[in-house]
């Protein structure tokens, strides 16, 4: 029979770490955060309801250190499209989780996170379908309103800061990287990272006039010309404009690139769905059958 002066002792350790392990998972925990002022403003997700981000403190010696991660999610370029994407999280900030897990560059684990752990951390939500771009659908409004928000909250007095983002909202962050260095001034280093979202233009590939044209869909529905750089739109069809590879080199502010070289997305919707003039979903269910072979 088992000895119950040892069993109650060994319990009551494990309660004690229980407690401790969730007081620490709770910490790292973070809630969604509203602009107060957006909907006044017009800064509203495909739905009409309100953008969103998650934001973390910084502390010690990264009390004065910004980085701002923008969510992808693809676009939509008709009403149809639009309409179908309010249902989901790509559309809306009704559906968000209430609270966020930080992981990756935004992790407070200096082990897995040493250069940002105690920045400043702000994942913003994506609802716009268009990079973060769009005049009609306003997702470049609801930049706007969350830098906004974010430099009431101290990021007007960044030393240093980085702009970042994956795949559409890497994009949206290689398009916004001088407006966001214009709106700190004071800082002494801005830098942008866009994470998987150099959309090459492949002019040499099959489907390049699709591409074009889906590209140009997007800016033409969204109304997001406005936002793409005069330096280019005036040398060529401000469709291209997007294309990263026609604006980098008049960005002013250092740019980093995380790109894959062997990019799955591009290479399977970016080419074979546009080119075969079919669906992502059904491009995707050949390219799998393709790869099973």
């Known amino acids: 029979m088992a000895d119950h002066r040892f069993i109650r002792p060994l319990i009551v350790c494990f309660l004690m770490m229980m407690m401790m392990s969730s007081q620490v998972c709770a910490s790292d925990w973070t809630n969604i955060i509203i602009p107060e002022s957006a909907i006044s403003k017009g800064a509203v997700c495909l739905d009409g309801s309100p953008p969103a981000y998650y934001f973390r403190n910084g502390s010690g010696d990264g009390v004065d250190n910004w980085l701002i991660y923008m969510e992808g999610g693809g676009w939509c370029i008709s009403n149809k499209g639009c309409l179908e994407r309010t249902k989901i999280y790509t ?10 897990y930080f992981t990756d560059i935004l992790s407070e684990d200096q082990t897995i996170n040493p250069d940002f752990y105690n920045w400043n951390r702000v994942f913003v939500a994506y609802c716009d379908s268009s ?8 997702g470049s409004r609801i930049f706007d309103s969350v830098m906004e928000d974010l430099l009431a909250k101290g990021m007007k007095n960044a030393k240093n800061a980085i702009l970042s983002g994956g795949s559409a909202g890497g994009l949206g ?3 916004h990287c001088d407006g966001f260095r214009s709106l700190i001034p004071k800082a002494s280093r801005v830098k942008c990272i866009s994470d998987a979202g150099f959309f090459i233009h492949a002019k040499k590939l099959h489907g390049a006039q699709e591409r074009e044209r889906f590209f140009a869909d ?3 529905y969204h109304g997001a010309t406005k936002h793409l750089p005069a330096s280019c739109t005036t040398k060529m069809n401000p469709s291209l404009c997007i ?5 980098v080199k008049d960005i002013q502010t250092p740019l980093f690139f995380l790109e894959s070289a062997f990019d799955g997305h591009q290479e399977f919707w970016f080419t074979l769905a546009i080119a075969m003039d079919t669906s992502w979903t059904t491009a995707g269910a050949l390219t799998r059958q393709h790869c099973e072979k």
């Open 91 to 100: 559309g809306t900030s009704t559906l968000k989780p209430k609270r966020m």
């Open 131 to 138: 990079s973060y771009l769009g005049m009609l659908n306003p």
């Open 173 to 175: 962050t290689i398009l």
């Open 218 to 220: 997007m800016i033409a």
């Open 243 to 247: 294309f990263p590879e026609n604006i």
